[in-house]
Every structure is written in C-alpha cells, then in structure tokens.
C-alpha cells in the first residue's frame, strides 16, 4: 500500500490560483489555435496553390516546427529573440506566439490534406455555374474542408491545452506550474501533482465533449 | 590521491547506514575486501583524551563536506574537489600536519551533517552549516567564517537599473527572477515589496531570463551570486543590498573543548591573523572580494 498520508487542505486553500491557472492555460490554448488557424490556412493555401517559391518557405516553416520539441521553441522565442534585440514581448506574449506558430505548423498539414481531400466534382460544379475563383474557395472548398478537417481541428485544440504545462518553464503561472509551486512551498507533491493531473483531464474531456457535439452537429460524412 | 579520497569517503558513507562501530566495521571489511585502503572512522574517543591528540595520533583529519554547492564544496573541471568549505579543511590539516593533504573528505548530504558527527565518523563538519539555536543543542559550532544572506544581481551592461534604491524606486515595473523554492516570495517581499517575482525551475533559467533582461534583478545567496560574478568577470554587479542573514560555521561532537577551541584558534587567526593572506586569497577565488587587511596595532575585533 501507498505509505503517504495525504492533506488535501493545501489544495483547497489555493484553489483561487487552481482555477485562474485554468483559465489562463484555456485562454493561451485557444488564443493561440486561433492565430494558429489563420496561420495553417494561409500555409496550407500556399502550399496547395503557391508556385515553388512560396510552398518550399511553407514547408520548410512547417517541417523546422514539427521536428523540433516545443519546449526548445518556447525556450528560443523566451530566452533567444531578446539576444537579436527583440524585447516587446512579454512572457505570456512569447508563449502564445511560440505555440500559435507550432499550431500553424500543424493546421497547415491539417488544412492541407483538407484541400486535398475536397472532391475535385465540387469544384468543377462550382465552375459550371459560372462562380469566379473567390467565390469557388469562399462558398464551396471552404465550407467543405472545415467540415473535413473538424476532429482534426478539435484533438489539436486538446493537445495544445496540454501543451501550455510548457509554460511553467517560463514562470507563466498556469496549472503545471501552480502545482509545482505548491511542491515548493509545502512538499504536498502527491496532492498537487494529483489535483493538476484530475484538472487537465476533466478539462480535456469537457473540450472533446463540446467539439464533439460541434462536429455531429456541422461534419460532412455522417 | 583525489580519487582514492572519494572513493574511501564513499565507503565510510555507505557505513552510515549502519550506525555507528557496527556500520564502520562493514564498511572497513568492504574496503579491504576490495583491495582498498580501509576508511579509518573518527572513533569515539577514549576517556580524557582530546580529539585533537586522537587527529595527531591517526596522521590525518577526517572531514564532513558536500560535493555539490559551488562555491562551496564541488568539483572542478578536473574532478578535485574544490571550493571555500574545502580551503578552510585544507588549511585545519595544513595547521595540524604542516600538510594541507592529510585531509581525508567523506562527502555527504546536508541532513548528514549532525549524524556524523553524533557517530563520530568525521572529526569535524565543514560542510556551508547555518548556525541555528536548535542545531547548538546537537552540536557545538565553531566561529562563523562567512555571513550568507540573500542579494540582487543585475547586468553590468544594458540593464535598467544599476542600483538597490534604484530598484526599490521601481515599485511595482519592476520583475525580479528567483529559483522557486519556499522562501523566495518572503525574501524578496522584505527587500521590494512591490516588485513582481518570476519562478524558475533552476537557476540556469535565472540567469538565463536575466541575460535576455526579461528579469531585472536575480535573487539568490550572496555566495552564489559572487561566485556567478567572479566567474564573469565585468558582466554582472551587485545591487549593493544584502538580507536575511545567516552565519556559516563548522560544527564538532559536543564536549570536547579542547579540540573545539583549538579549530576556533585557527579560524580566528586566519580571519585575522597569521594566516590571513590564505583565508584573503581563498576568498577572493570564490567570491571575488579583496578583504581588507586586518588593522594592525590594537586587536579591533575587542573593541
């Protein structure tokens, strides 16, 4: 049996900065898919329609991103950039454009195998009743693809929640590092790291739950 | 020689354990089954007789250190084991054998500290030991060799501030770095009541967050931070305030005067005496300051 007795009167005590360490990890999450989807629209677009000279940039943006750990991009960003004289960011600035930019790189793939996968019948439909190019993306590939790419969209939404414990790292007081603060200053290791632990999980599901019912309520392919 | 020490100073750690003569037995046998020269413990002493005639007796001091606190007790680039606790072990055996290797280092924890002395398998702690009422009670302590307290490091060089009033002035713009541990809020608190504190985990990204100025001031021991600056010659200074303080000193088994005063004779006198010029020169290694010499004439420290 487990040797450890627990207290879980700490924990109450700092629920306060529990729930505002929540709040601000959801914030960081969705601040940054946001970005991140204007982003990997933009990337996917270029890399599907771009000429050589625009897609091979993309590409390379989005293979640097997707083969370095997140963790050395938000040390680079924090730490690096200020090195090339670039102060203007906060900390909390630093970390939501590092993780916008690791979305980016990620919606582009995604958006990319969306533009991919959009019937090639739609848009020589949308062609024979006389839509110009704009109106072909805006009312025809667009829609579809979102529609495509929906449960996509959502477990990315999901990961970078569980992304921004990376912010601990850089004294952004979000979940991870509340806990590890609690370790610190009261060495209630189990019931912290516990408390945190329930936390990203409830959260993690409640987010899957919502996008689920997003994604019967708008997906192409039922 | 190096690699012996730790290697006979491991043994005797493991005899921990074991409490006591049982403990130092195993390991003895340990030792010379491996071929090893046997770890001779600090025995307990007999009755009457000094632990200082004992030392003389042994042919060498057995002492308890860490190996993990720059500028403390730690290795260097060559795997010796250097540093201030180290300098004043080396000049008790210098003192007592004309010899500043005939010191024998059994490296341990800090909550090994009082243990080994109580088993008397060191003859005396030299190990970065805060003096506190409660540890007194366990233990005797020296003279204190060195006041610790907490201070500000800042760039030398394109940072925004340059000194302590500057900072204080700052009140709340200003965002001072620590590593997270439980005193650091209170810390800071009493010398920058406004100031916001960033976390981190280690004091790597401290200093690696005031390098890229996103923290104006580093928190940290005033040891610690002299050592940062002494090893960066002209890239940080110190905000010129220090705090909590806190004396570092040795510690010996209680209830021996005789070798007590005898350690406190030689600290006195390095401090201030015969052996300032070695006490002066480890000082300035470790921490960067040049002391000043002691007044000669009437002895100040009566005053």
Redesign the interface.
């Known amino acids: 049996m487990i040797q450890y007795y627990f207290d879980w009167g700490v924990i109450w005590r700092s629920w306060d900065k529990f729930a505002a360490a929540l709040g601000l990890g959801l914030t960081l999450a969705v601040v940054s898919l946001a970005i991140g989807t204007v982003i990997g629209l933009a990337g996917a677009m270029a890399r599907v329609y771009g000429s050589r000279w625009v897609a091979w940039p993309v590409w390379l943006y989005v293979e640097f991103i997707r083969n370095v750990p997140l963790l050395l991009l938000v040390f680079f960003i924090y730490f690096g950039l200020p090195e090339f004289g670039i102060y203007f960011l906060d900390k909390t600035q630093s970390f939501v454009l590092t993780l916008s930019l690791y979305a980016g790189a990620y919606m582009t793939e995604v958006f990319r195998g969306g533009l991919a996968s959009v019937p090639r019948q739609y848009m020589e439909a949308a062609k024979a009743i006389g839509m110009r190019p704009w109106q072909r993306q805006r009312y025809v590939v667009l829609p579809v693809m979102f529609r495509i790419t929906l449960p996509a969209v959502s477990n990315n939404l999901i990961s970078l929640f569980k992304d921004t414990s990376l912010a601990a790292a850089i004294a952004i007081p979000e979940l991870t590092f509340v806990a590890r603060q609690i370790n610190a200053n009261t060495f209630r290791v189990m019931e912290a790291w516990l408390t945190a632990s329930a936390l990203y999980l409830v959260t993690c599901y409640v987010i899957a739950m919502l996008l689920r019912l997003v994604e019967r309520r708008y997906a192409s392919i039922r | 020689m190096m690699d012996k020490q730790q290697d006979r100073s491991s043994l005797v750690r493991r005899g921990l354990f074991g409490l006591s003569a049982l403990g130092a037995a195993v390991g003895a046998a340990a030792g010379g089954g491996l071929g090893l020269l046997a770890p001779r413990a600090a025995f307990a002493q007999a009755v009457g007789k000094s632990r200082l005639q004992i030392i003389k007796e042994r042919g060498h001091l057995i002492v308890g250190t860490g190996s993990t606190n720059p500028p403390w007790h730690f290795q260097d680039a060559s795997g010796k084991l250097v540093g201030m606790d180290i300098d004043m072990s080396r000049l008790l055996a210098k003192s007592l054998f004309d010899d500043p290797e005939k010191v024998e280092f059994v490296l341990q924890g800090s909550d090994g500290r009082i243990p080994s002395l109580i088993t008397d398998k060191v003859d005396i702690v030299v190990q970065w030991m805060t003096v506190t009422a409660g540890r007194a009670q366990q233990v005797e302590f020296t003279i204190p060799y060195y006041r610790e307290g907490v201070g500000l490091m800042m760039l030398a060089r394109g940072g925004k501030y340059t000194k302590f009033d500057e900072l204080k002035a700052a009140g709340a713009s200003l965002t001072v770095?620590g590593t997270?541990?439980?005193f650091l809020e209170e810390w800071v608190r009493k010398a920058l009541p406004q100031a916001k504190i960033?976390?981190?985990?280690s004091p790597d990204?401290v200093l690696?967050?005031l390098?890229?100025?996103?923290v104006e001031a580093y928190v940290a021991d005033q040891s610690a931070m002299r050592w940062l600056m002494a090893q960066t010659p002209g890239r940080f200074i110190d905000a010129g305030y220090g705090w909590m303080p806190n004396s570092y000193a040795s510690a010996v088994k209680p209830g021996d005067p005789i070798w007590l005063n005898w350690v406190n004779t030689v600290y006195k006198e390095a401090m201030m005496g015969v052996d300032f010029d070695s006490f002066a020169a480890s000082y300035k290694k470790w921490f960067g300051i040049e002391l000043p010499m002691p007044k000669v004439g009437f002895p100040s420290e009566f005053a």
């Open positions: 770095g997270q541990n439980v960033d976390a981190f985990e990204a690696q967050a390098n890229a100025r996103r």
